[in-house]
Each structure stands twice: as structure tokens, then as C-alpha cells.
T-cell receptor, first 115, second 109 residues
Framework: NAGVTQTPKFQVLKTGQSMTLQCAQD?????MYWYRQDPGMGLRLIYY???????DKGEVPNGYNVSRLNKREFSLRLESAAPSQTSVYFC??????????????FGPGTRLTVT | QKEVEQDPGPLSVPEGAIVSLNCTYS??????FMWYRQYSRKGPELLMY????GNKEDGRFTAQVDKSSKYISLFIRDSQPSDSATYLC?????????FGDGTTLTVKP
């Protein structure tokens, strides 16, 4: 099992450019999440998908869009990148959606720099 | 005010020391209380979780939850250089986790 995979690992964008971060999991998990991690600020939830076909906003959704392509894949899109979106982005998945879920499995992260 | 507040650190201790990492929270709805460990340039990995108030032990690690005080702790006994990492507390309700900002621990040989 590869677990949670993310592509790309690193990316440099110019202000105003767009890009899509890809995430896939092979654990047959229902729920998937996108977080950003900034120095000293822990993990902040951008968007999540409790099940295939549903997506919801998290704490910091502005400037991002998501697509739950199927049960395995959950992508994050930056339509017009800004320097404030420079961060490390983590995708995660969880076995059971709803109130019973707790453990999240994280991917290796994408380091994004916007100049 | 943040829902989850974590002691900021950083912490630097000698090998063999006992380490205490702490978080407080404000949302009484939180059901699961977790500790994740994150090595440099890696994704977080679940270390321990607890569901109820009390202590849970796993080897050198003990997780403690006090729901009446809304306070959780992680104790590391006989700390090792391999324990050097950032530790994140997290709390879950309705399928979503809220994370603390993390405490970076360095254990010196």
C-alpha cells in the first residue's frame, strides 16, 4: 500500500498563476482533507470531503477550490496564486466519515512557493 | 480565541529526561484526543489517541485527558534523540480534527 500520495512534491509559482495539487489514497477511505501548514501555526483545514460527491469548506477556504474526483482522489486548485498561499500543503484521509472517525493518514506534503 | 491551544515550545532536553507536552481546548463536543508526531519535512503520523478522561500508556508514552479541565498531556519517559520531532495535539468532533500549533522537541544525546 502506498497510503496517501501527493503530487507534486515542490512547486514554485508566480503571482496570478494557477495550479492543481493532486492527492490519492489507496486505503478505501471515505473522508479526505486538505490542510496547509505555516511555520508556528499548526495545520489549518482548507476543505474536506466526508464522502465521494461531497465537499465542504474548512477554516481557510478562500482562494482555493477542490474536486473529489472519485473515492480515491481529491484535488486542490489555486486559481490565481498569491504570495500568502506560500505554504506546505498536506492531504489526509480517514477511514470513517462522521462522528466516529479520528485517525487521519497524511501524505508527504507539497511545498509551494508563490513569488 | 483558538479552540485548541498548545504550549508553544520549543523544548530542548537531555537524553533520558521526562518530557511533558500540553494542550487546552474550549469545545466540549470534542470526542477523540490525539497526539501526532511530525518529523522534519514529513507528514504527521498518529502517535496515540484517547477517547475518555484518564491515562493511556504505550511503551514510553502516556497520554492523559482531563475533560473537566479541558486539558490533555503527552508524557515521554526516558526520552531518546529519535523522539526529536514536532508534536501536534488534535481533537476530533463530527469527523473533523482541530490541531494545535505544535511543540518542537529536541532531545540531545
Amino acid at each position: 500500500n502506498a497510503g496517501v500520495t501527493q503530487t507534486p512534491k515542490f512547486q514554485v509559482l508566480k503571482t496570478g498563476q494557477s495550479m492543481t495539487l493532486q492527492c490519492a489514497q489507496d486505503m478505501n477511505h471515505n473522508s479526505m482533507y486538505w490542510y496547509r501548514q505555516d511555520p508556528g501555526m499548526g495545520l489549518r483545514l482548507i476543505y474536506y470531503s466526508a464522502s465521494e460527491g461531497t465537499t465542504d469548506k474548512g477554516e481557510v477556504p478562500n482562494g482555493y477550490n477542490v474536486s473529489r474526483l472519485n473515492k480515491r482522489e481529491f484535488s486542490l486548485r489555486l486559481e490565481s496564486a498569491a504570495p500568502s498561499q506560500t505554504s506546505v500543503y498536506f492531504c489526509a484521509s480517514s477511514d470513517v466519515g462522521g462522528i466516529q472517525s479520528y485517525e487521519q493518514y497524511f501524505g508527504p506534503g507539497t511545498r509551494l512557493t508563490v513569488t | 480565541q483558538k479552540e485548541v491551544e498548545q504550549d508553544p515550545g520549543p523544548l530542548s532536553v537531555p537524553e533520558g529526561a521526562i518530557v511533558s507536552l500540553n494542550c487546552t481546548y474550549s469545545n466540549s463536543a470534542f470526542q477523540y484526543f490525539m497526539w501526532y508526531r511530525q518529523y522534519s519535512r514529513k507528514g504527521p503520523e498518529l502517535l496515540m489517541y484517547t477517547y475518555s478522561s484518564g491515562n493511556k500508556e504505550d511503551g514510553r508514552f502516556t497520554a492523559q485527558v482531563d475533560k473537566s479541565s479541558k486539558y490533555i498531556s503527552l508524557f515521554i519517559r526516558d526520552s531518546q534523540p529519535s523522539d526529536s520531532a514536532t508534536y501536534l495535539c488534535a481533537m476530533t468532533w463530527a469527523g473533523k480534527s482541530t490541531f494545535g500549533d505544535g511543540t518542537t522537541l529536541t532531545v540531545k544525546p
